[in-house]
């Protein structure tokens, strides 16, 4: 199984560009999340959706969307980046309820000039 | 989630053991301690959970005394592989999607040869 996979894994934008990020897992979770993590840091929640059809704001959701387009699948939108969305990203998806159900995809990481 | 405070970073040497200590003079009655590992350039993953004294599996083992108010996941024998981001949470068994995962910036280990 190839778990969570991410798409692309490493991309520059120059500012005002915009862009989707692109996730999916195989897992059949239910619960699927988007981090972001800036260097030395832990990472932060952007977005998450708790079933298909459903998405919520997470700690920093500002310039940013998001949908889920299907079960396996959870894009994040850029509509007009800037520097400071400089990060790696994450999506993650979860089974069950625990906190040790999570499967975190290998990132990528965005710059933006 | 319950906050916690973990060192910042520490150094090791290829076979010696590491200890690392996360306090959580908050936590609940009902939460749990799960830890979650991190390497370079890829997204967290789940090593170990525990709710009171002694959890060991393969990679670790968590040790909680008995008033819980802190936690120790100890790496028995570490290589340089194990060098990565140690991440310590605290929290109910979490019921609801929406009740996201809270990173704090983790404890960097590095083992050095």
């Known amino acids: 199984n190839a778990g969570v996979t991410q798409t692309p894994k490493f991309q520059v934008l120059k500012t005002g560009q915009s862009m989707t990020l692109q996730c999916a897992q195989d897992?059949?979770?239910?619960?699927m999340y988007w981090y972001r993590q800036d260097p030395g840091m832990g990472l932060r929640l952007i977005y998450y959706s708790a079933s298909e059809g459903t998405t919520d704001k997470g700690e920093v959701p500002n310039g940013y969307n998001v949908s889920r387009l299907n079960k396996r699948e959870f894009s994040l939108r850029l509509e007009s980046a800037a520097p400071s969305q400089t990060s790696v990203y994450f999506c993650?998806?979860?089974?069950?309820?625990?906190?040790?159900?999570?499967?975190f995809g290998s990132g990528t990481r965005l710059t933006v000039v | 989630l319950a906050k916690t405070t973990q060192p910042i970073s520490m150094d090791s040497y290829e076979g010696q053991e590491v200890n690392i200590t996360c306090s959580h003079n908050n936590i609940a009655t009902n939460d749990y301690i799960t830890w979650y590992q991190q390497f370079p350039s890829q997204g967290p993953r789940f090593i170990i959970q525990?709710?009171?004294t002694k959890v060991t599996n393969e990679v670790a083992s968590l040790f909680i005394p008995a008033d819980r108010k802190s936690s120790t996941l100890s790496l028995p024998r570490v290589s340089l592989s194990d060098t990565a981001v140690y991440y310590c949470l605290v929290g109910l068994l979490i019921k609801a999607a929406g009740n996201k995962l809270t990173f704090g910036g983790g404890t960097r280990v590095l083992v050095k040869p």
């Open positions: 897992m059949n979770h239910n619960s």
């Open positions: 993650a998806s979860r089974e069950g309820q625990g906190a040790w159900g999570y499967t």
């Open positions: 525990g709710y009171k």
